[in-house]
């Protein structure tokens, strides 16, 4: 598989390693241990079915208290509501017309379809010679049928 002139041996190459270089040295500061004030007591409770719990009690966390909000008046809360609802009537009126104009043009489109058909159907009727009336216009009074001034009873 191999030339017989190739050499099987890996390559000897010089090698050059690089240590990065420190911008600055940074000293840490030396911890000091810091002892509690008090050791604080061990608590060891008896709970109703006999099992016994031991460990420190822990004093309950104050929380921090809360900041006084500024009052606001109510004549700008109302302002303010009263922009934001004619914002909002602003908005739906814009969609309304929008609403209208496009079912107006719908109606109208509608309106000049029937005309189409029914101008198409009286055209129909017009121009098509039927064998019924031979021509004729045949009026039904009471009973009797009148056709072309004759009387037929």
């Not at 890996?10 to 600055?24: D, E, K, L, N």
């Not at 810091?34 to 006999?50: F, K």
């Not at 031979?134 to 039904?140: A, D, P, Q």
Request: hydrophobic share 50%; charged share 10%; aromatic share 6%.
């Amino acid at each position: 598989m191999f030339p017989d002139h190739a050499s099987h041996q890996p390559a000897q190459r010089a090698v050059t390693i690089h240590q990065p270089t420190p911008i600055a040295t940074v000293q840490a500061a030396p911890l000091v241990p810091v002892q509690p004030g008090t050791v604080p007591a061990v608590t060891t409770i008896v709970l109703p079915d006999g099992r016994v719990i031991t460990g420190y009690a822990i004093a309950p966390a104050h929380p921090e208290p809360v900041t006084v909000k500024p009052v606001i008046s109510r004549a700008a809360v109302n302002i303010a509501l009263g922009g934001v609802g004619f914002a909002a009537v602003c908005g739906g009126l814009v969609l309304l017309t929008a609403f209208i104009a496009a079912l107006a043009a719908l109606i109208q489109q509608l309106i000049i379809l029937a005309a189409v058909i029914f101008g198409g159907w009286i055209a129909i009727q017009v121009f098509t010679a039927t064998g019924q009336h031979k021509g004729g216009t045949t009026v039904n009074i009471r009973k009797a049928v009148i056709k072309r001034n004759h009387f037929h009873g």
